[in-house]
């Protein structure tokens, strides 16, 4: 049995806003999931993986955007609605979620992994 925490997963960095994954929950076929691996629990495992990668990649450029309108004011007085920063949110609100971009990258094959215990072996 393989250890699953050692497998490291690498993709290119992704255009999300190209990507065909679905917004809502889809049924995929099992056999095609687990074809590149002959495992389902090791592909699950490896999705799992770039799944995270993009969440950190998704919550990193959401947080740059947002501090683009972050506003250093003491006063509670002063709230304002900004239109720009609620757009930006909406726009991020209506991605595909990352487990549904790591699903989608999997079956289109454009994950690189590998099992680094047997690369040592």
Not at 17 to 43: F, H, L, M, R
Not at 87 to 103: G, W
Request: net charge negative.
């Amino acid at each position: 049995m393989r250890d699953y925490k050692t497998i490291t997963v690498n993709t290119l960095i992704m255009d999300i806003k190209n990507v065909n994954a679905p917004v809502s929950t889809t049924t995929i076929d099992k056999n095609q999931v687990d074809a590149p691996t002959d495992n389902i629990y090791e592909a699950i495992s490896i999705i799992s993986k770039r799944a995270t990668q993009i969440n950190g990649e998704i919550k990193k450029e959401l947080l740059e955007k947002l501090d683009e309108f972050a506003t250093y004011n003491d006063s509670l007085d002063e709230i304002f609605e900004n239109k720009e920063q609620i757009e930006v949110s909406k726009f991020y609100e209506r991605l595909p979620k990352p487990h549904s971009l790591a699903v989608q990258e999997w079956l289109d094959d454009k994950i690189y992994y590998r099992d680094t215990k047997s690369d040592n072996a």
